[in-house]
């Protein structure tokens, strides 16, 4: 099946230090959405996004939705030893209960 | 808010025997629900979506004779391996939506010896 290319692959990053991953598709999405998973466990959701040039914040986390709709970015600031784990970012076509379509995924290092 | 809650969590099973895993929406009533896989250091691929009351619909490349699934209620959908083999070892995670978004169960790892 599709997946969406979702770069970097992984991060190795210092505790404090700010992070960037995006995530590009081939094809439009009308929703993009942004997941964290931790190990043994179902992904959970960090931020959703609705709308073209959308730029939405849940805490420390700030994430866009690409004005040519292909295309999303996740900013974590000011990193903490909890968000280790791997971050997906996901498409879905249409608003509402339709099957979501994930990124490789970015797995997060935090080295002491 | 609400919540998805899959059963077991993990499994073993020799090769050959059939394993079912449940995928329970607790708070809201879910029409459609969603089943993935995901292998080690893998994404998650969408395996088939689960309809209520009717067959589901496998993506390509899933054996709808092998990966049975059944929602014949609006709270519970399972997934029965038929006839696992190791090569089926996998993570397996059911997803229902709510009104506006989709919450993922916790998962199942099932490892076939």
């Known amino acids: 099946g599709q997946q969406l290319n979702q770069s970097p692959q992984s991060m190795f990053i210092q505790e404090g230090e700010d992070v960037s991953m995006n995530c590009t598709s081939s094809?439009?999405?009308?929703?993009w959405l942004w997941y964290k998973q931790d190990p043994g466990e179902g992904p959970v959701l960090l931020i959703a996004?609705?709308?073209?040039?959308e730029l939405t914040s849940n805490g420390r986390l700030t994430a866009q939705f690409g004005i040519t709709r292909k295309d999303s970015f996740l900013n974590i600031s000011a990193s903490i030893p909890s968000d280790v784990g791997i971050y997906f970012c996901?498409?879905?076509?249409?608003?509402?209960?339709?099957?979501?379509?994930f990124g490789t995924g970015t797995r997060l290092t935090i080295i002491p | 808010g609400a919540v998805v809650s899959q059963h077991p969590s993990w499994v073993i099973c020799k090769s050959g025997t059939s394993v079912k895993i449940e995928c329970r929406s607790l708070?809201?009533?879910?029409?459609?629900m969603f089943w993935y896989r995901q292998f080690p250091k893998q994404s998650l691929m969408l395996m088939a979506t689960?309809?209520?009351?009717?067959?589901?619909?496998?993506e390509q490349g899933v054996e709808k004779d092998k990966f049975l699934i059944n929602h014949a209620s609006l709270t519970l959908s399972t997934l029965t391996v038929t006839s696992a083999h190791p090569e089926d070892s996998s993570f397996y995670i059911c997803?229902?939506?709510?009104?506006?978004?989709?919450?993922f169960g916790s998962g199942t790892q099932l490892s076939v010896l």
């Open positions: 997803s229902a939506g709510g009104r506006e978004k989709l919450f």
């Open positions: 094809s439009i999405f009308n929703t």
């Open positions: 996004l609705y709308k073209a040039g």
């Open positions: 996901a498409g879905q076509r249409d608003f509402g209960n339709e099957k979501l379509t």
């Open positions: 708070d809201f009533q879910a029409t459609t």
């Open positions: 689960s309809n209520e009351g009717s067959k589901a619909t496998y």
